[in-house]
């Protein structure tokens, strides 16, 4: 017996105007408000990996664009690549990262500590050029911070870390290691 999909329809049973015969492979969910919200099949292909792959966030950095599409893209050294949208990862951090801060003036970052323990370093004033006045606030597990959009901050290590980080892009700023 072949398996005829149902498309998704909404609390009254109408289709919505959008919907095709390719929307039934995502059903609506309940957002957090408790609305009932569509999500819009889109090909595989276009997106970079398979809708239902399972991946690991420990390895790997998903960009959420703006326009909604998403990408799954393996973890390299250095910061992530930058995209409009949010660039979300879940590093496993054993040493400071090799700057002496960074910056996203495109939107607030919101920090999440797994395990381990890091400070993170807000600065007053900060610019490319110069440190400004720094206030540090340690995280300890099951802790999180939004670092507000324009304000300078790094990262500490304190000990072996595991760290979800939703950032901000396309844009950015990085102050490097003096030599």
């Given at each position: 017996?072949?398996?005829?999909?149902?498309?998704?329809?909404?609390?009254?049973?109408?289709?919505?105007?959008?919907?095709?015969?390719?929307d039934h492979?995502?059903?609506?969910?309940?957002?957090?408000?408790?609305?009932?919200?569509?999500?819009?099949?889109?090909?595989?292909?276009?997106?970079?990996?398979?809708?239902?792959?399972?991946?690991?966030?420990?390895?790997?950095?998903?960009?959420?664009?703006?326009?909604?599409?998403?990408?799954?893209?393996?973890?390299?050294?250095?910061?992530?690549?930058?995209?409009?949208?949010?660039?979300?990862?879940?590093?496993?951090?054993?040493?400071?990262?090799?700057?002496?801060?960074?910056?996203?003036?495109?939107?607030?970052?919101?920090?999440?500590?797994?395990?381990?323990?890091?400070?993170?370093?807000?600065?007053?004033?900060?610019?490319?050029?110069?440190?400004?006045?720094?206030?540090?606030?340690?995280?300890?597990?099951?802790?999180?911070?939004?670092?507000?959009k324009g304000?300078?901050?790094?990262?500490?290590?304190?000990?072996?870390?595991?760290?979800?980080?939703?950032?901000?892009?396309?844009?950015?700023?990085?102050?490097?290691?003096?030599?």
């Open positions: 017996m072949r398996h005829v999909p149902k498309l998704a329809v909404d609390l009254e049973g109408n289709i919505p105007a959008k919907a095709t015969t390719r492979l995502l059903p609506p969910v309940y957002s957090f408000d408790g609305f009932r919200r569509y999500h819009t099949r889109v090909d595989a292909d276009d997106l970079g990996t398979d809708m239902t792959e399972v991946f690991d966030l420990s390895q790997s950095i998903a960009h959420l664009r703006r326009d909604g599409t998403f990408q799954i893209e393996p973890g390299r050294p250095g910061p992530p690549k930058r995209v409009d949208g949010y660039s979300v990862g879940a590093p496993s951090m054993t040493a400071n990262a090799p700057h002496q801060g960074e910056m996203h003036p495109d939107g607030d970052e919101l920090l999440f500590l797994v395990s381990g323990r890091i400070d993170v370093v807000l600065e007053t004033d900060g610019q490319q050029d110069a440190v400004g006045q720094e206030q540090t606030l340690e995280l300890l597990p099951g802790n999180a911070i939004v670092v507000p304000v300078w901050h790094r990262v500490l290590i304190r000990e072996p870390s595991q760290l979800v980080h939703i950032t901000p892009g396309p844009g950015g700023g990085v102050r490097l290691l003096e030599r």
